[in-house]
């Protein structure tokens, strides 16, 4: 599907409302999909044969609002990977025609 995504935390900690306004979405193809026994979220670049992901992905992705064309993904972020420390992240998500 193709999307505007907007993050609305940083390392856990959600922005305001000032800032979210302000924020540049993200534009892609988002995909939600199971792997391994968890959701998961990507935003990837359309025409890109490689598939990388625009933004992190959400792990434990899990959809908690949805009116008309938006929606509201929340999950984790492991900027260091499986390692690393998760953070709570969530998607505001504006798919497009």
Same mark, same amino acid.
């Given at each position: 599907? =193709?999307?505007?995504?907007?993050?609305? !935390? #940083? !390392?856990?900690? !959600? +922005?305001?409302?000032?800032?979210?306004? *302000? *924020?540049?979405?993200? #534009?892609?193809?988002?995909?939600?999909?199971?792997?391994?026994? *968890?959701?998961?979220?990507?935003?990837?670049? @359309?025409?890109?044969?490689?598939?990388?992901?625009?933004? @992190?992905?959400?792990?434990?992705? =899990? +959809?908690?609002?949805?009116?008309?064309?938006?929606?509201?993904?929340?999950?984790? #972020?492991? @900027?260091?990977?499986?390692?690393? @420390? *998760?953070?709570?992240? #969530?998607?505001?998500? =504006?798919?497009?025609?």
């Amino acid at each position: 599907m =193709r999307a505007k995504v907007k993050r609305l !935390r #940083e !390392r856990g900690q !959600r +922005l305001s409302d000032h800032q979210i306004a *302000a *924020a540049v979405p993200v #534009e892609g193809e988002v995909r939600v999909y199971g792997m391994g026994g *968890a959701i998961q979220a990507t935003l990837t670049d @359309p025409v890109s044969q490689v598939g990388d992901p625009l933004i @992190p992905v959400l792990h434990e992705a =899990r +959809l908690t609002t949805m009116h008309g064309p938006g929606m509201l993904l929340k999950g984790e #972020e492991r @900027p260091q990977g499986d390692k690393g @420390p *998760a953070y709570i992240q #969530e998607w505001s998500v =504006r798919l497009e025609n």
